[in-house]
């Protein structure tokens, strides 16, 4: 089974500003959110835990399974916002605007990464585990889960790019004879 979580908050998420690579550590809130999450899943034993190389990614696998190996992947980092990086929610640029109005349909502005890319190194993080049938546990961030997400379900049609995904909200596919079930939101 695949458990995929987004990291707690943040003081760039908690400042509403696109955070994307820089590397800030969880907030109270953030640690607060994944000690909640850690007990959601108490009774999950991980044999396997992965996370994206920014600390608070790792923060948040480490509350969830605690005194594990936690491998880091580079593959699960969060989109690259280029020159985009730090800006206000409250106060984008038009192109990000327009971006984000219908991420199927419009390309990431210049400097940024593009979600096909997104997809494909996130996708080539998943190949890796198709056949596994161990508890996997995923940390990472919210477009990359996107990513995960929209390649877990191709049939979605790019539905889950304009998704919420909070803080520590966690999804679960099961890895059934090398096919993924379609990911269910653990509440």
Not at 33 to 39: D, F, I, K, P, T
Not at 97 to 102: R, Y
Request: aromatic residues 10%.
């Amino acid at each position: 089974m695949l458990y995929i979580i987004r990291h707690g908050q943040t003081e760039m998420n908690s400042r509403h500003a696109l955070q994307g690579r820089s590397d800030f550590a969880l907030n109270a809130a953030g640690l607060a959110q994944a000690r909640e999450a850690a007990e959601k899943l108490r009774g999950v034993r991980f044999d396997r835990v992965y996370s994206s190389p920014l600390r608070r990614a790792v923060q948040t696998a480490e509350q969830i399974a605690p005194g594990a190996e936690i491998v880091i992947d580079e593959r699960l980092i969060e989109m690259d916002y280029g020159p985009y990086e730090g800006a206000d929610l409250h106060n984008l640029p038009p192109e990000i605007l327009t971006f984000f109005s219908d991420f199927t349909h419009n390309p990431a502005p210049a400097g940024m990464e593009q979600l096909t890319a997104v997809v494909a190194r996130v996708g080539a993080f998943l190949e890796e585990l198709r056949f596994s049938e161990e508890n996997i546990l995923i940390s990472t961030h919210a477009i990359a889960m996107k990513g995960v997400l929209e390649y877990l379900t191709p049939e979605s049609g790019g539905a889950y790019w304009s998704k919420f995904i909070g803080n520590c909200a966690v999804y679960i596919s099961q890895n059934q004879n090398g096919m993924f079930t379609v990911p269910t939101e653990l509440i």
